[in-house]
């Protein structure tokens, strides 16, 4: 069983930690907002995930595989769905005052969408849980067990993610090198997006 765990921890950090639009986005949150003003965007990032964990496994990705049309129209709406969240952190303001950082930060719907639109996201778990499935001896026991250590997985993943856009932020506090900041992960999420979709 420990090596079970360790083999699904091991693939869901690397799936779900290395750079795309999510993290991406989290990290530019970091530095633009803060952890704290970051903490809605994190929570609805969450939320989307443990709903593209539960449609996993209810088969959704199995739909995404048989009706093509169906995860491409998904896959288009998310990927703009990603643009917008990419203008909205390039286009906030420079090193303005708490209240309108506050304000432009994204939110937990923008979270909660961004995930909820992501195709890559139910593959990625459809995935996981047809190759790293627990070993219980009833199938809801080893399902309900992987989901929950992915869940905990990704939360530690997201966490850090927002932190290192945390820990950077202070290295660009003039207006030049905070807009430089903002835009490169920006440009980056979208370079994610076109990876995504194979251009």
């Known amino acids: 069983m420990i090596e079970a765990i360790a083999a699904l921890v091991t693939t869901t950090f690397l799936l779900l930690g290395s750079p795309g639009p999510a993290p991406l986005a989290l990290a530019a949150t970091g530095a633009s907002y803060g952890v704290r ?28 595989a048989n009706f093509p049309e169906v995860r491409y129209t998904v896959q288009v709406l998310g990927g703009l ?22 304000a432009t930060a994204p939110g937990f719907a923008d979270g909660f969408i961004l995930n ?21 001896s009833e199938i809801f026991t080893s399902f309900l067990a992987t989901g929950v250590v992915c869940f905990s997985v990704a939360v530690v993943v997201d966490v850090i993610w927002l932190c290192f856009g945390r820990m950077i932020g202070p290295l ?28």
Do not use: D
């Open 37 to 64: 003003r970051g903490t809605p965007f994190l929570a609805g990032i969450l939320a989307g995930l443990a709903v593209a964990i539960v449609g996993a496994i209810a088969g959704l990705a199995a739909v995404f």
């Open 81 to 102: 769905y990603i643009c917008y969240i990419a203008y909205k952190i390039a286009s906030g303001p420079v090193l303005a005052n708490e209240r309108e950082s506050e």
């Open 116 to 136: 909820l639109l992501n195709p890559k996201a139910y593959a990625a778990f459809l995935a996981i849980f047809s190759q790293f499935l627990l070993p219980f």
């Open 172 to 199: 660009f506090q003039k207006p030049r090198e905070a807009r430089l900041l903002r835009v490169t992960f920006a440009v980056l999420m979208v370079v994610a997006v076109l990876i995504a979709f194979g251009v």
